[in-house]
């Protein structure tokens, strides 16, 4: 078996070495601080790229195993455990909310400066997986952070204040939605969401690194974040501003379904080679057929312009998520590939921003369909 791993690996190290003359402009016009650039197919990672740095202060060059904060890629992957539970006959897309948490029952709809009015009709499970529930992004309660609040806690502050729209009637991206889901989960499961994501989905894939508190090893390869300056044409540092400074606290921060997972390119590219592969990977099933079809196709209605599955973007060829600080995952159906785009950026200076698409595009070109 020695021969084909070394020759697997010299393919790796070749096709690195091709997305590097593509990546590292960018890095050398301080337009890029640093990235981890992945391409797999349903059977095997097919190319790993690292370019830059993950600390430019230090020098200290971008690894394969960095960390980075994917924020609302979380998104994907919880929804992803709620079907788990459709699967299993626990709940239905179609339950209204108010079924497994009472408290939104009586939910009103708010009318500009007239009074609320009364809801349409209830919430649903794919509502909220979809962002048409009518949920705000968040309450005013998460803040200043959005891992404050217990998921249990920052649900309540959902279910008291009024919808923004009608349900099902506008898109509107919602966290609130996500985390409700979320919420949804525990009390179906009888199991805290946090236990259910690791017992159900990260241990069994193997997603080592991925996790809402890094733990001091993981913080130490934690790619640092970077914006541009005030002259908008070199990068200065960042920050997580919307978590908590001390990450691997375990008392005063939570999950947060809709954006809290800290993770790897290579977990990542785990969980979505499992997308790509029908819902199975090495021999385990982890969503059927079926909810695959739920999860990687429009949800949103028809009428409105947002193509939205469930907790997931769907286009003709693709799904997947992007994060705050610009990570993205990418599950191409037409060719087959997962596309994995690991940085750390609130914001790009030049033409830094065009990286990610023109890796796309070597990576489509290098291992799409011809």
């Not at 337009?31 to 200290?60: I, P």
């Not at 390119?265 to 099933?285: H, I, P, Q, W, Y």
């Not at 992007?322 to 940085?343: H, I, S």
């Amino acid at each position: 078996m020695r021969a084909p791993i070394l020759l697997l690996g010299l393919l790796l190290s070749g096709c690195a070495s091709v997305a590097d003359s593509v990546l590292t402009p960018y890095v050398q016009r301080e337009e890029l601080a640093g990235a981890v650039a992945l391409v797999a197919n349903k059977d095997r990672v097919l190319s790993v790229t690292t370019v830059g740095f993950a600390d430019l202060e230090t020098q200290k060059p971008m690894q394969d195993d960095a960390v980075f904060w994917i924020a609302s890629q979380s998104k994907g992957i919880t929804a992803a455990a709620v079907m788990m539970l459709v699967d299993e006959g626990k709940l239905s897309l179609n339950d209204p909310v108010e079924k497994y948490l009472p408290e939104f029952k009586d939910q009103m709809v708010a009318a500009g400066k007239a009074a609320p009015v009364a809801r349409a009709r209830s919430i649903t499970i794919r509502d909220l997986l979809s962002h048409v529930s009518g949920l705000p992004f968040k309450s005013v309660e998460e803040t200043p952070t959005l891992d404050a609040l217990s998921l249990a806690a920052a649900v309540k502050t959902y279910a008291k204040i009024p919808l923004v729209t009608q349900p099902g009637a506008k898109y509107q991206y919602s966290n609130a939605g996500i985390n409700t889901a979320a919420r949804v989960l525990e009390v179906v499961s009888g199991q805290t969401y946090e236990d259910f994501m690791d017992k159900r989905l990260f241990g069994p894939l193997g997603m080592k690194d991925t996790t809402f508190w890094p733990n001091a090893e993981q913080v130490s390869r934690l790619a640092k974040t970077y914006k541009p300056d005030a002259s908008k044409k070199k990068l200065s540092l960042g920050g997580l501003g919307q978590l908590q400074a001390d990450l691997t606290d375990h008392v005063h921060r939570f999950p947060m379904p809709a954006g809290g997972l800290f993770s790897t390119a290579k977990d990542v590219s785990t969980f979505c080679r499992m997308l790509l592969n029908g819902g199975e990977l090495d021999g385990r099933r982890y969503l059927s057929a079926a909810s695959m079809k739920e999860l990687s196709s429009r949800q949103t209605p028809k009428e409105l312009k947002e193509s939205y599955g469930l907790g997931l973007a769907v286009g003709p060829d693709f799904f997947g998520h992007g994060g705050a600080q610009a990570t993205n995952m990418e599950v191409r159906t037409k060719d087959g590939l997962v596309v994995v785009w690991m940085v750390q950026h609130q914001g790009f200076p030049g033409k830094g921003g065009q990286a990610q698409g023109e890796f796309r595009k070597w990576a489509l070109k290098e291992f799409g369909v011809k």
